[in-house]
């Protein structure tokens, strides 16, 4: 194995077919394909599922996370030197751009995305030495990019350290079943009773999502009532907003209280946690601490 090997095969993964990695890599198709048959030749397995998109097999999968580690240390040593020549150059009167950046993938879920992460993401953005790469997935599922390698950091709900990984808590995010004065008026004017929960429209994110099931499998077990999915964060909110339906809305996208609230024991508390990779980076190490420290106005007791 070398790095441009598994440089190739991060790339096959990341952008589903040997032509997209080639033009990433700056390199021809059937070089990409060079590397990986080699690749595979040297751990004596088969890779990745040559199909359209490609898809790693099991030892690929296995392979494809330490591979991202070593890439991601191998970058910023390389990075640092080219910064250290850069320096040395302007000392010397030389012209030196040091454009490069060091590339960190992240993931978090959408709620957090749309309030309170991104001053984090400003934070390392405009410190000129990192590009990142923000995904997104539901809070219950973000420590799955972890273990496959395709996030280095996680904003997660699960406390359990992913292995290799490291856990720093962010604080609470605060949901409350909320709805437009109008709709509240229209479908519950005697109260939310279980009935009347059976019969309002409930606004969900996407399929993962459970924050509303959950409300509904404790307070009206028997409601089965129509649902809108809408997989935006902001827009999800105005929706709310608009009458559509109700939903658990985080206080941070209801500052001002213009929602009615359902019920005040229908309180959801979310805890959040930070997960990253156990690596001596200090690329990483910054993206962490901008995390944490923008989740300052999360509940932190």
Known sequence: MDLEQLRALAAVVDQETFEAAADELRITPSAVSQRIKALERSVGSVLVRRLKPVVPT?????????ARQLLLL???ALLAL?????????????AGTGTELLRVPIVANADSIATWLPPAIREVALGGRIAVELL?????????????????GAVTADPRPVQGCSVRPLGTMVYRAKAS???????????????????APVMQ???????????LARVAPEATPPQHFIP??????????AGLGWGMVPDQQDPDGS??????????????????????????????DAVVRAAAVLRQR
């Open 82 to 94: 080219r910064s250290d020549r850069t320096h040395d150059a302007g000392r010397a009167g030389s």
């Open 259 to 288: 929602l009615v609230e359902l019920d005040p024991a229908w309180r959801e508390d979310l805890r959040l946690y930070w997960q990253s990779w156990t690596l001596d980076s200090p690329g990483l190490a910054e993206v962490g």
């Open 232 to 241: 935006d964060s902001v827009q999800y909110v105005e929706a709310v907003h």
């Open 136 to 152: 997104r997935d539901d809070e219950h599922a973000t420590a799955d990019l972890l273990r496959s390698g395709d996030a280095v």
């Open 205 to 215: 994110y996407d399929r993962k999502d459970s924050h509303q099931l959950a409300l």
């Open 74 to 76: 191998a970058d910023e």
């Open 181 to 199: 004065a109008e709709f509240a008026a229209r479908w519950f004017p005697g109260g939310a009773t279980p009935e009347a929960l059976g019969a």
């Open 58 to 66: 099991p030892a690929g999968e296995r392979l494809l996370r330490s």
